[in-house]
């Protein structure tokens, strides 16, 4: 058997102590053994299976075989790692707020009766840098853009939603307790979980995906589901907050609704306010599961993040007491909400304008306000087109704050 050697002084192999082959055997032997854990603790299931996870499992999740199938298509993953923390607006775009009856209910008349509460994130360049193709610009129509370039809160507003065209990104975020997190409730101490259930970037699947379904059990023969219902829409932004220490770093998510200009029964029901902000932080997939409830995603199911997330915001082996680095982060780029099975945290923060004002910084909250009062003006119809929804298929009474 050869023996394990080492340089001398003068170059000369010598070699090794027992003990300091044994050593290096074992280290060896453990590193190989840590990589099998984690790459199989990150390996992806492809059969994911039909599968509700209650309140008490933090968000209920949809599988890629179960409710949400017809949305989920094969698609290129984009990897944007920042290894430092980049302070301000890091996406904006429009928000969609989703409702679905439970099995076998034709209506939902209270939040009881909700199987599922979504939110949908559609990221759009922001207003400033988009202009009118074919239309030659005016001198007042160029300063107008240049005072926009220059204005505060203009890296928040988006750009308008295009009709008609149904290659469009966008991210399907289930909430856990059927409702956004309440600043008026016990602010702070309202802290929901959620899950980035689907990354598409084909609107045309939503209408598949979130439409009417009829299906066969084993046990409980024909089930039947409702479509969903839209119940909410607005203007949002994801805003960096650097505080004094890295530890004091805060994420904000802010939005502003455009549709309905006034809250009915279903938006009081369901948390959404007609302007409001949470905290946004996101779980380490290695993490474990604490706690007596028991909250999170089973392995399997869980965001597969790649190395270099892993490493620069998570700070796998440099930061936190454990090897898989901090338990939560900061969202620190959009790259961490582009992977289904991404558990979130969102907690409670403030709303109102003046509350985005504080939450995203730089008056981005007004900004909001300004630009969603603008697009409060479309006819719902127009509502239903950026989705390429039909209305016909989809009730549009929830968006006017009435329960069906």
């Avoid at 469009?168 to 956004?180: A, D, N």
């Amino acid at each position: 058997m050869p023996v394990q050697t080492r340089k001398g002084a003068v170059g000369a192999e010598k070699p090794l102590p027992a003990h300091r082959r044994k050593k290096k055997t074992q280290d060896k032997d453990q590193k190989i053994e840590a990589q099998e854990q984690e790459q199989e603790m990150g390996g992806r299931v492809e059969d994911k299976g039909d599968a509700e996870v209650g309140e008490k499992r933090g968000a209920e999740v949809i599988g890629r075989t179960g409710e949400e199938a017809a949305i989920n298509e094969p698609r290129k993953k984009k990897s944007k790692i920042l290894t430092t923390y980049p302070p301000g607006v890091i996406e904006r775009g429009h928000v969609y707020f989703f409702y679905r009856p439970k099995v076998q209910h034709e209506e939902a008349h209270s939040i009881d009766d909700i199987k599922n509460f979504h939110m949908l994130l559609v990221p759009r360049p922001p207003q400033f840098s988009i202009h009118t193709e074919g239309q030659a610009e005016t001198s007042s129509e160029r300063e107008s853009q240049e005072m926009n370039l220059i204005s505060e809160g203009a890296d928040a507003v988006p750009a308008p939603e295009p009709k008609g065209k149904p290659a469009e990104h966008f991210r399907l975020i289930t909430i856990g307790k059927k409702r956004l997190p309440d600043p008026q409730g016990s602010g702070r101490k309202d802290t929901f979980w959620a899950t980035v259930t689907t990354v598409g970037d084909n609107l045309h699947n939503l209408e598949s995906g979130l439409g009417e379904k009829t299906y066969e059990t084993k046990t409980r023969g024909t089930r039947h589901e409702e479509p969903v219902r839209l119940a909410g829409r607005g203007a949002y932004a994801i805003a960096n907050k650097e505080g004094n220490t890295p530890s004091q770093n805060e994420t904000h998510f802010g939005y502003h609704l455009s549709h309905p200009s006034s809250l009915g029964a279903v938006q009081e029901s369901l948390g959404i306010h007609a302007a409001s902000s949470f905290v946004l932080q996101v779980k380490n997939p290695f993490a474990p599961v604490t706690g007596p409830q028991k909250v999170g995603l089973p392995s399997g199911r869980r965001a597969e993040y790649p190395e270099g997330v892993m490493d620069h915001v998570f700070g796998r082996g440099t930061k936190g007491r454990q090897s898989y680095g901090l338990r939560f982060s900061t969202c620190h780029c959009v790259e961490l909400l582009e992977h289904e099975g991404a558990e979130l945290l969102l907690i409670a923060a403030r709303t109102g304008t003046h509350g985005n004002d504080t939450s995203l910084g730089e008056s981005r909250g007004e900004a909001l306000r300004e630009a969603v009062e603008k697009e409060a003006k479309e006819p719902t119809e127009d509502v239903f087109k950026e989705l390429e929804l039909d209305m016909d298929v989809f009730p549009a009474e929830p968006l006017e704050g009435d329960w069906i």
